[in-house]
């Protein structure tokens, strides 16, 4: 796990701009290129989890005309902070066009999605922690 992490040196997983599809989560990228920088499978009480339950954080930049689907995450919270560029973000029923220093929060179980506004790619930092519904996890 990195400690310290160069988000501006941000190491590309493709030199281009793809698409990317996640049917198991139903999750459909297009036009974007992604940057993984930490990555620890574990549920809300530290055991080990499937992938949908991982404490994530990576970059994201779209092109021009990117999106990302509708889709919820059912046990994680996500941060997204925008470092350039503008979105339309769209979390549960509020829909916003978000630009650089812009700080959006999706709490579990809500339906988010967000596409690229304008000719210059949408660059964000992703942070996704994984936590418990109700009734489940931690007691006391």
Known sequence: MKSIIDVAGAKWKTAHYVDLDYPEAGIRQHLVRVADFVALRGNADGAAGPVSETTAIGAYEYAPGGWISDHVHPHAEQWYYILSGQGAMKVGTEEKTVGEG?????????????????EEPLRLLNVAVPVAAAGEGRTG
């Open 102 to 118: 812009h700080l959006v929060f999706v709490p579990r179980d809500t339906i988010h999605s967000y596409r690229v506004v304008g």
